[in-house]
Nanobody, 126 residues
Framework: HVTLVESGGGLVQAGGSLRLSCVAS????????MGWFRQAPGKGREFVAA????????YYEDPVKGRFTISRDNDLNTVTLQMNSLKPEDTALYYC???????????????????WGQGTQVTVSS
């Protein structure tokens, strides 16, 4: 069983930056692709970004391309989401996820992921 713990959320003004981190324990971190999802009040869970096991391939939802960067450190069992040029519509609870079971084309679907963190709140004020 893999445990994921997120940190780094907070309140920031539009145009600002935040760096989310997720530390994994209880599994072989380098064997899992990792992802970030978010959920705004009254909305469903939305794919943000994913990264392959080696870190060599990354995937982003269109609204965050060019602003967010996902990375991982397999020695530290950590995945990071650097968020720049934040907008009020980025406000959401952000979840770290692990273990999608299908090919990369499936990694945008939250149902594909086996493990989830508790989430960290990101609030962007206008």
């Amino acid at each position: 069983h893999v445990t994921l713990v997120e940190s780094g959320g907070g309140l920031v003004q539009a145009g600002g930056s935040l760096r989310l981190s997720c530390v994994a324990s209880g599994g072989i971190f380098s064997s899992y692709a990792m992802g970030w999802f978010r959920q705004a009040p009254g909305k469903g869970r939305e794919f943000v970004a994913a990264i392959s096991q080696s870190g060599g391939s990354t995937y982003y939802e269109d609204p965050v391309k060019g602003r967010f960067t996902i990375s991982r450190d397999n020695d530290l069992n950590t995945v990071t989401l650097q968020m720049n040029s934040l907008k009020p519509e980025d406000t959401a609870l952000y979840y770290c996820t692990a273990g999608p079971t299908g090919p990369p084309s499936y990694w945008t679907h939250w149902e594909e992921y086996d493990y989830w963190g508790q989430g960290t709140q990101v609030t962007v004020s206008s």
